[in-house]
């Protein structure tokens, strides 16, 4: 194979309104990883995925634009990386049901997301799939898609992730088996365990769910006011805090430096009021916030730019690989032009050799117990061989035939007719043929 950058391929949910434990946990690493030398970067927005979720197109449209202007006010570049929005490369839908109908319905039944809600529908006495829609259960088939329409090798994710890497693995490697080819590359998860969860306004984790948040882009005001709710002990100036199972001191940790880092804790031994504390992370954050924010807020003024640089993206990605990856699996699956294949079944002889079906070696056992092998080209038999006494022994007859080592001749065979000499050696060129364009092919 021929060697080319690792494809490092990203996606990123668009919902929500993105807060400090985002940017620390996702966003900020991810940028930094844009950056690595020797890798083709993808970022995308799975906005198809929102759908599953979010139905008021209002909120959708909004939080596409937030988001894709947050990774970009973070710093991603459009013209070091891919980046795009998965409905703007439709191949993906289309890629999506191929694989669809090689998926096992049984793996998609084991699916968290999907168990998790049919655990609830159990336990509240309701049907299994109650309120369940297609698209939920079908939510790892599309994200197969995704990865496996730009062949990534490396999909950086969170754990509870890590499960519909597997699937897309298993997916891409049965679409391979099926069609004979190695279409797909099949994708690794990568897991980041240094990555820190941040806590929220509460000390638990920073979540929507717990509605303890601080908004990455509120305007300073607000995020200081938010800084001030931060949960805190009694304890008052001048007495000693502690670091440990501190909120206030991890979040300012992520924004830190080593020794700043270091410096607070002093404080912290030195008696610190929280006031001052607060103060100190207020500052932190905008540092690092400010700059960000005002490119924030000048990309969202111009939402027509960030349109310009999404379809910008997608457009020259299809092209390049999303749109003849397409066409050749389309053709791999026989979605072919009719012109160009045999239309009626029977008439093999009237076909031109460029298109007559592949011949194939087939092996078998016979209920004497012993192994044969037949080369075939469609129903016509070419040759038949003598009975083996072990598998092992047809296969390595096989191997030496094709690859020249055993003259016809001596193939330990027969056929009723007689053998064609002149068939066999074409199959076997056409056998050839056949394995030198696969090994040439991307
Ligand atoms: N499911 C991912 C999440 O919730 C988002 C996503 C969609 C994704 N398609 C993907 C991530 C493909 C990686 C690769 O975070």
Not at 407 to 415: G, Y
Not at 423 to 435: G, I, K, R, S, Y
Request: proline share 6%.
């Amino acid at each position: 194979m021929s060697q080319r950058p690792l494809r490092v391929l990203t996606g990123i949910t668009t919902s929500g309104t993105p807060h400090l434990g985002n940017y620390v946990g996702a966003v900020r690493p991810a940028i930094a990883a844009s950056r690595a030398p020797e890798t083709e970067s993808f970022y995308f927005l799975a906005d198809l995925h929102s759908l599953i979720k979010a139905q008021d197109p209002a909120r959708t449209q909004r939080s596409t634009l937030e988001i894709a202007a947050t990774w970009l006010a973070a710093g991603l570049d459009p013209a070091k990386v891919w980046f795009y929005r998965q409905s703007d490369v439709p191949e993906t839908t289309e890629l999506m049901w191929l694989l669809t109908c090689v998926a096992g319905k049984g793996i998609l039944n084991r699916a968290h997301a999907y168990k998790a809600a049919v655990d609830r529908n159990r336990a509240d006495g309701e049907d299994d799939d109650a309120g369940v829609t297609a698209g939920l259960f079908m939510y790892p088939v599309l994200m197969a898609a995704d990865i496996l329409i730009f062949n990534a090798d490396r999909v950086p994710v969170g754990r509870d992730q890590v499960q519909h890497i597997e699937m897309a693995r298993d997916f891409g490697q049965r679409f391979n088996h099926v069609y004979g080819h190695d279409w797909f590359t099949l994708p690794e998860a990568a897991v980041d365990d240094n990555v820190a969860t941040l806590p929220g306004l509460d000390g638990r984790k920073m979540s929507k769910s717990y509605d303890n948040t601080i908004p990455l882009f509120a305007p300073p005001a607000q995020l200081k006011k938010l800084v001030f709710s931060i949960l805190t002990d009694s304890r008052a100036p001048g007495q000693p805090k502690d670091t440990e199972g501190s909120a206030l001191f991890q979040l300012y940790q992520a924004f830190a430096t080593a020794e700043e880092t270091a410096a607070f804790a002093r404080a912290y031994a030195d008696g610190i009021g929280w006031g001052d504390a607060k103060q100190q992370l207020f500052d932190l954050i905008e540092r690092e916030v400010a700059p960000m924010r005002e490119r924030y807020e000048a990309l969202m003024a111009r939402p027509g730019d960030i349109e310009d640089i999404l379809r910008d993206g997608g457009r020259r990605l299809r092209e390049r690989y999303a749109t003849p990856l397409l066409a050749q699996l389309r053709d791999a699956v026989g979605l072919r032009d009719l012109g160009k294949v045999p239309v009626a079944a029977g008439a093999v002889a009237d076909i031109a050799p460029a298109t007559r079906p592949l011949p194939a070696f087939k092996q078998y056992r016979e209920a004497d117990g012993k192994f044969y092998f037949k080369l075939v080209e469609g129903e016509r038999v070419l040759l038949q061989s003598h009975a083996f006494d072990a598998p092992r022994d047809a296969g390595q007859t096989i191997a030496r035939l094709r690859s020249g080592a055993l003259a016809l001749a001596d193939v330990p065979a027969d056929t009723a007719e007689g053998v064609d000499a002149a068939a066999v050696q074409a199959a076997l060129d056409a056998l050839a043929a056949a394995d030198a364009e696969k090994a040439a092919a991307p």
